[in-house]
C-alpha cells in the first residue's frame, strides 16, 4: 500500500463525477444492475476511482447475481481496508480503499471458493485498467 490521500471536500467534489463523489465520499449505493462493470467481462484490474488504487481483478470477478460486481478476494493484501457498518439496521462489514478511504461497498461470506466471500463492490467506485 503506498502512502494515504487526504483532500478536502471540495477538490474530491472537482476530481469525481456526482455519482463518483456520492460513492466514494458519501456511503451511497447505486441501483442494482445499473452500474458499468455489473457485466464487464474484459481482463484488467480494477483500481479506485478515486486514487487509483489497484482493488480487484478480473480473474477474482464472478457473477453473484445480486446486482453489483462481485469479486472473491482483493487485488492485494492490504490495498482494501474493512470496518463493521450498522446502518440501515443491519451489521455488515463495509469494504474502502486503503488508500483514500473511499466507500467501495460491501463483503459478505457467501461466495464462492476459494475465499468464501462476495466483494459487492459498486461501479461508480472502480476504473477498469484492461489487460
Not at 452500474?35 to 457473477?63: H, I, M, V, W
Not at 478476494?73 to 446502518?87: F, K
Request: hydrophobic share 25%; charged share 25%; aromatic share 8%.
Amino acid at each position: 500500500m503506498t502512502d494515504k490521500i487526504v483532500k478536502p471536500d471540495s477538490e474530491w467534489r472537482r476530481e469525481l463525477t456526482p455519482m463518483q463523489y456520492a460513492v466514494l465520499r458519501e456511503k451511497a449505493t447505486e441501483r442494482p444492475f445499473s452500474g458499468e462493470y455489473e457485466n464487464e467481462t474484459r481482463s484488467g484490474t480494477y483500481t479506485c476511482a478515486g486514487c487509483g488504487q489497484p482493488l480487484f481483478t478480473s480473474d477474482a470477478k464472478f457473477d453473484s447475481g445480486c446486482g453489483w460486481p462481485s469479486f472473491t478476494a482483493p487485488a492485494t493484501n492490504g490495498n482494501v481496508a474493512e470496518t463493521r457498518d450498522t446502518s440501515h439496521g443491519m451489521i455488515r462489514t463495509e469494504v474502502l480503499c486503503a488508500r483514500c478511504e473511499g466507500h467501495l461497498g460491501h463483503v459478505f461470506d457467501d461466495g464462492p471458493g476459494p475465499t468464501g466471500l462476495r466483494y459487492c463492490i459498486n461501479s461508480a467506485a472502480l476504473k477498469l485498467q484492461p489487460k
